[in-house]
């Protein structure tokens, strides 16, 4: 399909190359012809919209294609993917990773999604591990929020032995941890810790 479509491209190039050409080698008419020039300005007008049309088209399967690659990488939850990385960082630039390869870092929007986040994270870096996810409450003290500032719907804080969260304005960040079966903390944004990234399925 990608191939095909650079075809087409290329050929409506030269199309529109040959249309200039022409139009810029003919002499001068008379007026009379204005017409004509018109409808030779319309016709390049259309081709050139065409050929955005088609680049967009080629840029949007080229994500498609990189986001198949990232679930054959890592793991599929409904219409989106998710991929682990093992090197601790911060908050902030785990995030800026996430980014970076188009996605943000893991928010787990219901129980199932933070379930199948929770079983992935055990098997891929370890059990005893904590994962940094997309939640916040570094803009207002208590009101955490997903990576777009949003409040959030699902929460699966830690309630039964230390009651998360509980770092007040130190701790404004969550991580997902493994040792609490997939239980939320609050934590220093400073702090490094793995991550897993999500990216959304078009």
Known sequence: MAFRSACLILCL??????????SNS???????????????????????KQINDIAHDVNLLKEQQALQTICFKGFKVQNKCFLPFSQAKTYHEANND??????????????????????????????????????????????????????????NWETEITTQPDGGKQENCAALSGVANGKWFDKK???????ICQFVIV
Not at 13 to 22: M, S
Not at 105 to 127: A, V, W
């Open 26 to 48: 003919k002499p001068r008419q008379k007026p009379t012809n204005s017409k004509k020039d018109v409808v030779t300005m319309q016709i390049i007008d259309e081709i050139k």
């Open 98 to 155: 996430c980014m970076a390869q188009g996605g943000i870092l893991s928010t787990p929007e219901n129980g199932d999604e933070n379930d199948s986040l929770y079983e992935y994270m055990r098997k891929i870096l370890g059990s005893e591990k904590e994962v940094w996810i997309g939640i916040n409450d570094m803009a207002n003290e208590g009101t955490w929020v997903d990576m777009s500032g949003s409040s959030i719907s699902f929460k």
């Open 189 to 195: 944004c400073r702090n490094e810790l793995p991550f």
């Open 13 to 22: 190039l030269n199309l529109a190359q040959i249309t200039i050409q022409q």
